[in-house]
């Protein structure tokens, strides 16, 4: 029988990506969870530019909370200077149950894990399916690869991911969901984090990840103020 939900949620997902530049590539659930709800959720940017942290973090707390969902942004909740040196896995854990103590219950953490160069040719392919008449008329149509200096267009994909860990005192600290999220020319920063949120919480929502789908309500889903 076909599932027309998931075909619509497939088309979709074509056609969004095709204005963004962020691109969910794939993710997974635990195979034991249906639906993953928390009480309250701490957000955590990784990144060594403290401005962009906290832009990226305000972002998705906003849209989080947007969604019915309590969270925090890490910078508010960690210490002063916490992310200067490196932590101890006792550090880390005492910090989970401060967390805990504190009445979170799972943490979003997202970060970029790779950069990709890409190269590409600005008339790319253009010409593959015409057969030219004559060398002249080959050289006439492609002799801009001579003088023009973005014939070859390089460009940057950022891999990155965001994955949701439980840090529930009554059961054991598991990864709850993870996704991985394509980033394509950051160029503009604004857009990129925007881009990268609207993907994220799209992608939680169909999985029923701190949200849940909600067909009616596509149109609020997409909706960051710049």
Known sequence: ????????????????????????????????IDIFEAQKVLVVGMTRDEKSRKNFEKKLVNQLENNGIKALASYKVFETNYTEDPKTEKELLTLESNLIEQGFDAILISKVVGVEEKVTLAQAYKNMDRMFDSFKDDYFNNQNIYHNEKYYDEYKIYHAES????????????????????????????????????????????QNVLMRAETDETDDLFFIDE
């Open 163 to 206: 994955t949701l860990y439980c840090v529930c005192p009554d059961r054991e600290r598991e990864t709850i969901w993870k996704g991985s999220i394509d980033i394509t020319e950051p160029q503009r920063i604004e857009k990129a984090v925007n881009d990268y949120i609207k993907v994220l919480i799209w992608a939680l929502k169909e």
């Open 1 to 32: 029988m076909i599932n027309f939900k998931h075909i619509l949620i497939l088309l979709f997902g074509i056609l969004f990506s095709g204005c963004n530049s962020s691109e969910l590539i794939e993710n997974w659930k635990h195979p034991d």
